[in-house]
């Protein structure tokens, strides 16, 4: 039986499962939680009672910190040039030398109870990509708790663009359906097997040909998105072995962001572009896009879970017994900087949104009891893949903590013994050094995140360079309050089984004149 | 464009990786105190060093005679490393102010602190009126001298007598305390002792990683009354038979004493362990510390 057909399948938590299996996974959803706590908790510990081997830790651990900064910044550079190249280059040329006519989109629009504004943005930029629209269908999916706003905003979008495509379907999706968790995986997964039945199979389009594009709500694409994707799907070796990432700016309302939200938003564009050049290290992040063949094999997005755009990933990988991967396409869509009415509700926004984001944290249950359960994937796949994955989780709920505020706890705890040796002087010396040389970087940071702005609207003054560079000194306290605490917040969350529910960001647009 | 090839990602994480197991011994012995001993090839020597806190700016700070820093507004204290293990002169001066100097040991691995104490050459005084002059303009152009309630309640913490307070015919000999450090006269000498526990000893009852729980204080004449200097847990001010001084209890080399003011008949108080007062006849003066 293939692992796609098992019941282990599409498990959202401990509880869906009995017996031995509850026990296994219960644990595995402790997992990420306790090894966090574990080295912060160890840290302390030693500091306290082993001040000298605290020391010698937090150097060791300083020096790999600034090394892998280094490591992940010459993939940064990499990708940067690479994200130019594609940005300039004409995919509708390169395209038109392929058969590619036979080739389908279907573009899922989730949305909740976003403005006319966000959703029209995000339709009027698909209506102005290259592609032969008529190509292309677009699956408005509403929800049905969301009331009648979004019912009337779906319809005046309908009206308004419909012309445009092959197709346009809107989509509601029941409200409180038993077994499913309130959210996007449970809304998409509905209005694509709609789209198959209404939109597919109406028109008697075949499977293999179509490409699902699962889009936020905020997704503006850039002009050749769709040929530059359908360039990949077509010359790949195998496109349904593949799941295809964009790279995620956050340019639509970026001049209207404070400092803190364009910080931490261009720092969650920079970590998709390193892993963007660690492909074995990306799964699936927000929106993306797929082949319809995988997802209808699968029964696309789960229903009953948080990240269901990692998830997603994971159900193939585990469906093809690892043979399964992500492509990256390294070129951008952008999406909504947080921005709130007022400057602490972005930055709650900012800080539920990552929590949201870290709770990922829930695919490595799943990811390792699939490893346990499926036998047909190979033990290097295993070892390697569930490595990665535990030290991705791990790094991002400690690092900063450790570096930002572990880093003097020996000094601090150590006792007079400790703090009579030389070591002791030397250690916050030597953090701290390490620390401005980590923050050298932030110079190329910060030229990668002017050179992606798009013009400032008319009625907003553009904030000088020199602003715009030093603002990335917010980079220690946005990668704690930001990163740090919300995943340390989520695998604590999953940790204590108090599972987390999904969290609609707030798209806030100020009205423009 | 292609990714980053994979010999590329390889080589530079393998080139990262020798760094780190190659820096990461280097730095904890570095931060041990370890440094290369160009004398001798092939060879380190264990190192040590001095933490010396001045509290204040302007301070030029010697170590055998060299100048190592000036302490500024940001900095007031100076971490001086890579020492060899031996007894180091350590000189702390300012215009204007008396020199505080100290003979420490330098041990492989550790730090040697000190705090210096560098008194003005003149004591910057401020007499208290006994009375205060007031006009009553309303009903005639007379002027009433008033007694000073302030000098009034500063001349009574001279009369008081300490109620735990015993004497012989030349000292005063009330047992004195500031977190857990303990001043008596009981052997004629003052003992500084130390009553908290080990792992909070201040740094001067400490050698190495030896401490001890007492000290002598050495003075050149017989100690008549004696307080802690005002916010300072190491250092006294003692009244001698020619007048007020200010001595550190630390003895790892000879204690440093400086006169605050001359004069056999000059008194002082320390009131709430910040002011100084000082007392001549009838005239009490503040001290500006």
């Known amino acids: 039986m293939d692992y796609k057909d098992t019941k282990y399948f599409k498990v959202g938590r401990a509880s869906d499962l009995f017996g031995v299996d509850r026990v296994i996974y219960r644990a595995l959803e402790i997992l990420p939680g306790f090894l966090s706590w574990g080295t912060i908790l160890t840290t302390i510990l030693l500091s306290l009672y082993a001040p000298i081997a605290a020391a010698y830790f937090i150097i060791a651990f300083d020096i790999y910190w600034l090394l892998k900064t280094i490591y992940l910044s010459f993939h940064l550079r990499h990708n940067w040039k690479r994200l130019k190249h594609n940005m300039k280059a004409d995919w509708s040329l390169m395209l038109s030398k392929l058969k590619y006519e036979h080739v389908y989109h279907l573009v899922v629009l989730p949305f909740y109870k976003e403005s006319l504004e966000v959703v029209e943005q995000s339709v009027k930029s698909i209506t102005d990509s290259e592609y032969d629209k008529k190509k292309m269908a677009i699956v408005l999916a509403t929800e049905e708790r969301a009331g009648d706003g979004a019912q009337e905003i779906s319809k005046i979008v309908k009206d308004k663009y419909a012309h445009f495509f092959g197709d346009f379907l809107i989509t509601t999706h029941p409200k409180d359906t038993e077994g499913e968790l309130a959210g996007k995986g449970s809304n998409i997964a509905y209005a694509t097997e709609e789209a198959r039945i209404n939109i597919l199979d109406k028109n008697k389009i075949t499977y293999d040909d179509v490409i699902v594009s699962a889009f936020d709500i905020d997704t503006v694409v850039y002009k050749q998105y769709f040929s530059c994707l359908t360039w990949h799907f ?122 949201r984001w870290t709770y990922g944290a829930e695919n490595l249950p799943y990811i390792l009891f699939g490893f346990i359960k499926n036998k047909k994937i190979s033990l290097w796949t295993k070892i390697k893949t569930s490595f990665v994955q535990i030290e991705g989780f791990w790094s991002l709920a400690t690092n900063p903590i450790m570096i930002f505020l572990l880093g003097w706890l020996p000094v601090i705890l150590g006792g007079y013994r400790f703090n009579e040796t030389v070591l002791s002087y030397n250690l916050p010396i030597l953090t701290r050094n390490i620390m401005i040389v980590a923050m050298v970087g932030l110079i190329m940071s910060s030229i990668i995140f002017i050179s992606f702005l798009p013009e400032p609207p008319k009625d907003k003054n553009k904030p000088s360079k020199l602003a715009l560079i030093l603002q990335w000194i917010l980079v220690p306290l946005t990668i704690l309050i930001f990163g740090a605490f919300p995943g340390l917040d989520a695998q604590t969350r999953l940790m204590s089984g108090k599972y987390m529910g999904f969290w609609v960001t707030p798209k806030h647009r100020e009205k423009i004149s | 464009m292609q990714p980053l090839s994979r010999k590329k990602r390889v080589s530079y994480f393998l080139i990262l990786t020798v760094i780190f197991f190659v820096v990461s011994p280097l730095l904890i012995l570095y931060a041990k105190g370890y440094r290369p001993n160009f004398g001798e090839v092939f060879k380190v020597a264990l190192t040590g060093g001095f933490y010396i806190s001045a509290d204040e700016a302007g301070v030029s700070i010697y170590v055998n005679d060299a100048l190592v820093r000036k302490t500024n507004i940001v900095q007031k204290s100076i971490f001086v490393q890579d020492l060899k293990p031996g007894i180091y002169e350590i000189k702390a001066s300012k215009d204007g102010q008396q020199s505080w100097v100290k003979f420490l040991r330098v041990f492989p691995e550790l730090v040697t602190e000190a705090r210096p104490f560098l008194l003005d050459n003149d004591t910057s005084m401020e007499e208290i009126p006994r009375f205060s002059n007031t006009n009553n303009a309303t009903t005639t152009s007379l002027s009433t001298q008033i007694r000073n309630l302030e000098y009034e309640n500063v001349n009574k913490i001279f009369t008081t007598v300490p109620v735990k307070a015993t004497t012989t015919a030349t000292t005063t000999q009330s047992v004195k305390s500031i977190r857990r450090v303990t001043i008596d006269n009981t052997f004629s000498r003052l003992r500084i002792s130390w009553e908290g526990e080990v792992d909070f000893t201040p740094y001067y009852f400490c050698e190495d990683i030896n401490c001890k729980k007492e000290i002598f204080v050495n003075t050149p004449s017989s100690v008549k009354s004696y307080d802690f200097f005002p916010g300072r847990d190491d250092l006294l001010i003692v009244k001698l038979s020619d007048g007020i001084y200010v001595i550190e209890i630390d003895d790892r080399s000879k204690q440093n004493i400086q006169k605050l003011v001359s004069g056999p008949d000059f008194d002082f108080k320390v009131v709430n362990g910040s002011e100084l007062y000082l007392k001549n006849g009838t005239k009490i003066y503040s001290v500006s510390l």
């Open chain 1, 234 to 355: 077509l010359t790949v070796p195998d496109p349904y072995k593949v799941s295809f990432q964009p790279v995620p700016f956050y340019n639509n309302n970026i001049w209207r962001a404070p400092a803190l939200s364009r910080v931490a938003a261009g720092s969650s564009t920079f970590w998709q572009m390193m892993q963007q050049e660690r492909p074995e290290k990306l799964a699936t992040f927000s929106s993306h896009s797929v082949s319809f063949k995988s997802l209808h094999e699968i029964g696309y997005w789960q229903k009953n879970m948080v990240s269901e755009d990692s998830r997603i990933f994971w159900n193939l990988f585990l469906a093809r017994n690892g043979d399964y991967s992500v492509l990256p396409l390294s070129y951008p869509v952008s999406m909504d900087a947080n921005v709130a009415p007022t400057f602490w509700q972005t930055v709650k926004n900012i800080y539920r949104q990552h929590r």
